[in-house]
């Protein structure tokens, strides 16, 4: 089987069917278009057209390779005319009977040799092979809307897939400008597998009353380097495709804790709130542009209690540092004094626990995330108790944005927003590692290229410290009593013996 294919179909002349189209008409294919909508391929020649002539004006290209790209585009009204493909790529609607069918009417029409794959998002590509008579030249293709920018594909192995058409995949889609990551067949593959860590206990989050929308959003952002909130991100996304992703990922892993959707989002979605796409969502839009809800100042306190932190705290040493260089009295008995501040730093832990079990006194307790290195974010995320006094809060908050910083004041749980987001991201992608689904470097390749996180999950886990992110999980499964906590077996046994979480097992 040729790696660089001369001649490739596509089927389905939507957003995916012509990025497709545009990528390999530039590597050099002749792409031939087929839709049952004629007036969808007819359009999709003319955008594709209209997007080359931009990059000529812009001088990126020249106007005889546009007329190149533009030559290699034909469109097809009949399914026989596909025959003389080596590659015939499908990105249709994504119902498991209709793209059957397709599958099977099209291996007769191609030749024996030739390659089908599919552009599904969330389907088993095993079960879309099923009906086929040579499952073995079928195989999953999965590229991400907008397909020219984004630069990473998923090639998918079903049960029955062959290694060489893998490989073919793979080599053509480096030819396509695309970096390829291998999958096996499983739901959400890679990508969509890894991103349920982030919106789910974000939404878990505010359905607890802990924080606010804009808030997660800013914390997130602010503190570990995400582009976008996950908010943000769904609602650019739109609920009409985030919310049935959660869902199907769910449902195909047999109610898996871990991937647990949100009633807020079946809500919105029922409602048509859908994000950006529909003016509403998470957030109003007005011309395009959110209305986000304006943080209030720092307060003024006038005169500031002494600090007292907990010798439990993670990361003290740092602590101590940070409240000398904001100009605290810090006290160093064995205890607190009656009029002081009283600081703790717990992982995964809520502040009420905290103070309970170290006999503080909970009105004047608050407590601070540590997880991160302080000077490495741009905010510091405070949590009160219940019986935590006004005061005690106001002169808390007043002290941590005494240079300027960012502060964020939460209500009690366990685990802090940046710490319950980040420890499940990583437990989601170490369980992923567990099942073999793909390689550790894929997975970071994967999930940096299609959901655009500063660093890879593994990596993340690796930044914050692979035995912190087994504190905060064993301690928030102790809190909650929930199974979606437990951590990954992959994880524990880096946590344990201390070994980077991208190191392969031997």
Same mark, same amino acid.
């Given at each position: 089987?040729?790696?660089?294919?001369?001649?490739?179909?596509?089927?389905?002349?939507?957003?995916?069917?012509?990025?497709?189209?545009?990528?390999?008409?530039?590597?050099?294919?002749?792409?031939?278009?087929?839709?049952?909508?004629?007036?969808?391929?007819?359009?999709?020649?003319?955008?594709?057209?209209?997007?080359?002539?931009? =990059?000529?004006?812009?001088?990126?290209?020249?106007?005889?390779?546009?007329?190149?790209?533009?030559?290699?585009?034909?469109?097809?009204?009949?399914?026989?005319?596909?025959?003389?493909?080596?590659?015939?790529?499908?990105?249709?609607?994504?119902?498991?009977?209709?793209?059957?069918?397709?599958?099977?009417?099209?291996?007769?029409?191609?030749?024996?040799?030739?390659?089908?794959?599919?552009?599904?998002?969330?389907?088993?590509?095993?079960?879309?092979?099923?009906?086929?008579?040579?499952?073995?030249?079928?195989?999953?293709?999965?590229?991400?809307?907008?397909?020219?920018?984004?630069?990473?594909?998923?090639?998918?192995?079903?049960?029955?897939?062959?290694?060489?058409?893998?490989?073919?995949?793979?080599?053509?889609?480096?030819?396509?400008?695309?970096?390829?990551?291998?999958?096996?067949?499983?739901?959400?593959?890679?990508?969509?597998?890894?991103?349920?860590?982030?919106?789910?206990?974000? =939404?878990?989050?505010?359905?607890?009353?802990?924080?606010?929308?804009?808030?997660?959003?800013?914390?997130?952002?602010?503190?570990?380097?995400?582009?976008?909130?996950?908010?943000?991100?769904?609602?650019?996304?739109?609920?009409?495709?985030?919310?049935?992703?959660?869902?199907?990922?769910?449902?195909?892993?047999?109610?898996?804790?871990?991937?647990?959707?949100?009633?807020?989002?079946?809500?919105?979605?029922?409602?048509?709130?859908?994000?950006?796409?529909?003016?509403?969502?998470?957030?109003?839009?007005?011309?395009?542009?959110?209305?986000?809800?304006? &943080?209030?100042?720092?307060?003024?306190?006038?005169?500031?209690?002494?600090?007292?932190?907990?010798?439990?705290?993670?990361?003290?040493?740092?602590?101590?540092?940070?409240?000398?260089?904001?100009?605290?009295?810090?006290?160093?008995?064995?205890?607190?004094?009656?009029?002081?501040?009283?600081?703790?730093?717990?992982?995964?832990?809520?502040?009420?626990?905290?103070?309970?079990? &170290?006999?503080?006194?909970?009105?004047?307790?608050?407590?601070?995330?540590?997880?991160?290195?302080?000077?490495?974010?741009?905010?510091?995320?405070?949590?009160?108790?219940?019986?935590?006094?006004?005061?005690?809060?106001?002169?808390?908050?007043?002290?941590?944005?005494?240079?300027?910083?960012?502060?964020?004041?939460?209500?009690?749980?366990?685990?802090?927003?940046?710490?319950?987001?980040?420890?499940?991201?990583?437990?989601?992608?170490?369980?992923?590692?567990?099942?073999?689904?793909?390689?550790?470097?894929?997975?970071?390749?994967?999930?940096?290229?299609?959901?655009?996180?500063?660093?890879?999950?593994?990596?993340?886990?690796?930044?914050?410290?692979?035995?912190?992110?087994?504190?905060?999980?064993?301690?928030?499964?102790?809190?909650?009593?929930?199974?979606?906590?437990?951590?990954?077996?992959?994880?524990?046994?880096?946590?344990?013996?201390?070994?980077?979480?991208?190191?392969?097992?031997?």
């Amino acid at each position: 089987m040729q790696a660089h294919f001369n001649i490739i179909g596509i089927i389905g002349a939507g957003a995916m069917g012509r990025g497709i189209a545009q990528i390999a008409a530039q590597a050099g294919s002749q792409v031939m278009l087929f839709d049952k909508d004629q007036n969808a391929c007819s359009q999709a020649i003319k955008d594709l057209a209209a997007q080359w002539d931009k =990059l000529v004006a812009k001088g990126r290209i020249e106007a005889t390779v546009a007329n190149t790209y533009k030559a290699r585009l034909s469109v097809h009204a009949a399914l026989n005319d596909l025959s003389q493909c080596g590659l015939v790529i499908e990105a249709i609607v994504e119902r498991l009977d209709i793209k059957r069918e397709l599958f099977a009417e099209l291996e007769s029409v191609v030749s024996p040799h030739a390659l089908l794959v599919t552009n599904t998002s969330s389907l088993s590509v095993t079960a879309i092979a099923a009906g086929m008579k040579h499952p073995e030249r079928m195989a999953g293709f999965h590229f991400f809307n907008p397909v020219p920018l984004m630069k990473v594909v998923e090639v998918i192995r079903g049960v029955k897939t062959s290694a060489a058409s893998c490989t073919a995949l793979t080599i053509y889609a480096k030819q396509m400008g695309h970096t390829p990551v291998q999958a096996q067949d499983t739901p959400g593959f890679i990508v969509n597998h890894a991103g349920r860590g982030f919106g789910t206990e974000a =939404l878990r989050i505010v359905s607890e009353g802990i924080a606010d929308f804009a808030t997660i959003d800013r914390i997130l952002k602010d503190q570990v380097g995400f582009k976008l909130g996950p908010f943000e991100l769904m609602d650019l996304t739109g609920l009409d495709v985030s919310h049935p992703v959660m869902e199907s990922v769910y449902n195909q892993y047999y109610q898996e804790p871990r991937y647990r959707p949100s009633v807020i989002t079946a809500q919105l979605f029922a409602g048509g709130l859908l994000g950006k796409k529909t003016g509403e969502g998470f957030y109003r839009y007005v011309n395009g542009v959110a209305e986000l809800p304006v &943080e209030p100042p720092p307060p003024v306190v006038d005169t500031l209690p002494p600090v007292w932190v907990s010798p439990r705290a993670s990361r003290r040493a740092e602590l101590l540092s940070l409240l000398k260089t904001l100009g605290a009295t810090i006290e160093t008995g064995a205890s607190p004094s009656m009029n002081a501040l009283t600081l703790v730093a717990p992982l995964g832990f809520d502040i009420t626990t905290v103070a309970v079990v &170290e006999r503080l006194d909970p009105a004047r307790t608050v407590g601070i995330d540590m997880l991160m290195d302080d000077a490495q974010t741009k905010r510091r995320v405070l949590a009160t108790n219940p019986a935590t006094r006004a005061d005690m809060r106001d002169a808390a908050h007043a002290l941590f944005a005494r240079d300027g910083k960012a502060v964020s004041v939460i209500r009690d749980s366990g685990g802090f927003v940046t710490q319950r987001v980040v420890a499940h991201i990583v437990n989601i992608a170490s369980d992923i590692c567990q099942q073999g689904i793909c390689s550790p470097q894929d997975l970071e390749t994967a999930v940096t290229l299609g959901l655009g996180y500063p660093q890879g999950p593994l990596a993340m886990g690796n930044h914050c410290g692979p035995t912190n992110i087994l504190e905060v999980l064993f301690n928030m499964q102790t809190v909650y009593g929930d199974t979606r906590y437990r951590p990954s077996p992959w994880l524990r046994r880096r946590g344990a013996i201390g070994l980077s979480l991208l190191q392969e097992e031997s």
